[in-house]
């Protein structure tokens, strides 16, 4: 059973950062492209950024170009999401998501939540 | 602003059915397969579509999905309480760096 389990999210204040998680288990993590996808309170969903299944390709929304940074570690089946420069509009749940085939999410975490304030 | 549109919102009673549209452009749907994604209040999107008009094993047989130029629709019959959900649709952009778009979202109320 494939399994995508978040961590890492909590309060920072504005300017900071913080370094989230995603532990993949249930399938051959290496081989897959992963991504991260956030849902602000209320609104919709927002994809952020995708990695490469060997992570040599990354690419990001506009809206966090320059400030996050997406990297695994395929021998640990991690995911990770590093932010800085956190604003309150970052404030968000931030999902991990397995990409499968042509451009779609076929496993998505639980997700973790993020609030960036004063 | 998404550059795909959906409804905000839709309602219908239990076990009629309901269709849920997607609008792009022919760099978008036009040219790329579309997903779909339920999801349930307090949880996450789970998948109910892929490449148009496919599902995942264990997703029944009352969600379809399909598309026509530049928009895709999702159908539900029979509709069940259970039902009640956001529903987003997705899909690739050529215009974007990365991509990977969802539209705005579809609140789906069953009353």
């Known amino acids: 059973e494939v399994q995508l389990l978040e961590s890492g999210g909590g309060l920072v204040q504005p300017g900071g950062s913080l370094t989230l998680s995603c532990a993949a288990s249930?399938?051959?993590?290496?081989?897959?492209?992963m991504n991260w996808v956030r849902q602000a309170p209320g609104k919709g969903l927002e994809w952020v950024s995708v990695?490469?299944?060997?992570?040599?390709?990354?690419y990001y929304a506009d809206s966090v170009k320059g400030r996050f940074s997406i990297s695994r570690d395929n021998s640990k089946n991690t995911l990770f999401l590093h932010m800085r420069r956190l604003r309150a509009e970052d404030t968000a749940v931030y999902y991990c998501a397995k990409e499968d085939g042509d451009y779609y999410f076929d496993h998505w975490g639980q997700g973790t939540l993020v609030t960036v304030s004063s | 602003q998404s550059v795909l549109t959906q409804p905000p919102s839709m309602s219908a009673a239990p076990g009629q059915q309901v269709t849920i549209s997607c609008s792009g452009t022919s760099s978008n749907i036009g040219n790329n397969y579309v997903s779909w994604y339920q999801q349930l209040p307090g949880s996450a999107p789970k998948l109910l579509i892929y490449?148009?008009?496919k599902r995942p094993s264990g997703i029944p047989d009352r969600f379809s999905g399909s598309k026509s130029g530049t928009s895709a629709t999702l159908g539900i019959t029979g509709l069940q309480p259970g039902d009640e959900a956001d529903y987003y649709c997705?899909?690739?952009?050529?215009?974007?760096?990365?991509?990977?778009?969802f539209g705005g979202g579809t609140k789906l109320t069953v009353l």
């Open positions: 249930g399938f051959s993590f290496n081989s897959y492209t």
């Open positions: 990695i490469s299944f060997n992570g040599r390709s990354t």
């Open positions: 997705g899909t690739w952009d050529a215009s974007l760096s990365a991509g990977r778009v």
């Open positions: 490449e148009n008009n």
